[in-house]
């Protein structure tokens, strides 16, 4: 990242997927010095409803206090559920999670050439459970077909993570325990028992 900075010095617009607010606290502490952030927060992934409209509630609420712009997209957990038929008992960061990061950032770049925005990313990065070069791997190419640009990022890295739980605590937002999806919160409750 910090090189495509140093390569653009001006502040350009950037869509940043982003998976729930404690993620993109730091994410948007960083990005916001840097580019002109609009939000999407697009996680069909995420199960029960009301976990999806908690962590949106609380998405919603960062954005506003940080003064970034926030786009709601639909909640649509059929095409998740499509996307990752078959892979149901996928082990957490194997081919179930990597459908997934695709299904999000597609979404996202979809979304942000609609609206003129040809630079994107997301806070996906940041959490220490997530594999930061295939998420990249997944990005850049979905950049390419989308004839947009990909920011690369390991947003865990400078201690990242770290100062992500910092934000939170300080905006007093929900920490979630699990990624959202129904599938691994199976599999960490079998692993508990």
Known sequence: MEAYIAAHPEKEMLALHSCCGPCSSYVLECLTRHFDVTL????PNIHPKEEYEHRLSEQKRLCAALGVAFVECPYDPETYFDAVRGLEQE???GKRC???????????????KEA???LFTTTLTVSPHKNAEEINRIGNGI???????W????FKKKEGYKRSIELSREYGLYRQDYCGCVFSDWHEIAASE
């Open 91 to 93: 082990k957490e960061g």
């Open 40 to 43: 999407y927060y697009y996680n």
């Open 143 to 149: 950049a390419e077909e989308y004839g947009i640009r």
């Open 116 to 118: 003129g925005i040809v």
């Open 151 to 154: 920011l690369p990022c390991d």
């Open 98 to 112: 990597s459908v997934c990061f695709d299904l999000r950032l597609r979404y996202t770049a979809q979304k942000a």
